[in-house]
């Protein structure tokens, strides 16, 4: 059974804002899903709808078996961390954390040791007596992150938690994160508008559009099984070529590739690590740019009608400015009125 049942939840705010549209998901125990989309894309409302923060108009929220959907946050079996972190600047490190067992009525013996022991987890061991205005904003996260941990939610909830870091900061508590989640088993929603961050931590990605589901599955069935085109451009690099399906053959200019669908229009769709480059002049396609990144060369190209192509090699300085190639997609997706159609099946 799943720990977290959303079903068929929508939010329309005053004014007529459809901020999320006929929602439903399935979280099973210790899962962590990332919610992943573009800003505006109802990821927050759903967060704040699961914690309680927001009332759906329509559906139902569950929570291990209960129905949850009207109660308050308090009342809900889940710990949210927003984007802002709200700590109290007057409270040391300790005291913020302490608090929610305070309101518990724990006794002191037992808060003292449960604040230790998630001090400890969030790498935090002996900063109790800090105050957070003295804090990084690292450290004011992880703070915020144990603040939630200590009161043992049944399902975590995180709201781009990390936005405000910098790079460096952000890849290093995300996989804290994961590691903590995982020694804990905790089930997570994790709110992230960042591909990296999804691809990186999520059991599961849904990629929300316009408050509904694009797509939900395994981080790499949506990057190599993308459904629509949204989540094809959306997740990682993709090319995109507009052509026709004719007799069995997609055709774009001089560009021809075998495409067992019917006759129309169609979408080609190919990463760039997928796109191989030969020589020949004129070609289908030519070099506008090469960038050497030391690991890979990125090969920027432009088709007769402009389109614009990307193509990953592994020795960049076999290619110049100006020099006509020869498109050898390897693997791609094609897709029509908005559905993929095809998708070749090896990814050499
Ligand atoms: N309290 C609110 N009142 C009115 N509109 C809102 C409110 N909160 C969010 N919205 C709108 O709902 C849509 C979804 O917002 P949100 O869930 O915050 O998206 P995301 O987190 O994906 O950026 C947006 O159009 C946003 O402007
Ligand atoms: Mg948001």
């Given at each position: 059974m799943s720990l977290l049942n959303i079903q068929g939840v929508s939010k329309t705010f005053p004014g007529g804002t459809v901020a999320v549209d006929d929602f439903s998901l399935d979280v099973a125990a210790g899962e962590l899903v990332c919610l992943l989309g573009?800003?505006?894309?109802g990821k927050s409302t759903v967060l704040r709808m699961i914690g309680g923060f927001e009332r759906p108009t329509a559906g139902f929220v569950s929570i291990d078996g209960e129905e949850v959907t009207h109660l308050p946050p308090n009342r809900r079996p889940t710990g949210m961390v927003f984007q802002s972190h709200a700590l109290?600047?007057?409270?040391?490190v300790f005291r913020n954390i302490a608090f929610g067992l305070r309101l518990r009525g724990l006794p002191a013996g037992e808060i003292k040791d449960r604040v230790e022991a998630v001090l400890e987890l969030v790498g935090l061991a002996g900063y109790g007596r800090r105050m957070t205005n003295q804090l990084s904003g690292g450290q004011q996260q992880r703070v915020a992150l144990a603040r939630s941990l200590v009161l043992e939610p049944k399902i975590l909830l995180l709201d781009e938690p990390f936005a405000s870091l910098d790079q460096h900061l952000r890849e290093r508590l995300r996989e804290e994160v994961r590691d903590i989640q995982q020694r804990l088993k905790i089930t997570t929603l994790f709110v992230t508008h960042g591909q990296d961050e999804a691809l990186s931590m999520a059991d599961r990605i849904v990629v929300m559009r316009n408050g509904r589901t694009e797509q939900a599955d395994r981080p790499e069935v949506v990057y190599r099984d993308p459904q629509t085109p949204f989540v094809a451009g959306f997740i990682g690099t993709m090319n995109f070529v507009e052509g026709v399906v004719d007799k069995g053959r997609f055709v774009h200019d001089s560009l021809s590739v075998p495409l067992p669908v019917a006759d129309g229009k169609a979408t080609l769709a190919v990463r760039p690590e997928a796109l191989n480059l030969v020589a020949s002049e004129p070609g289908q396609a030519r070099v506008n740019r090469v960038t050497d990144f030391g690991t890979h060369g990125l090969v920027d190209l432009v088709l007769a009608d402009g389109t614009r192509l990307k193509s990953m090699v592994p020795?960049?300085?076999?290619f110049r400015e100006g020099q006509g190639v020869d498109l050898l997609p390897r693997a791609f997706a094609a897709f029509r009125d908005d559905r993929q159609l095809y998708r070749t099946s090896a990814h050499a």
């Open positions: 573009p800003s505006g894309s109290w600047s007057h409270m040391n020795e960049p300085d076999r």
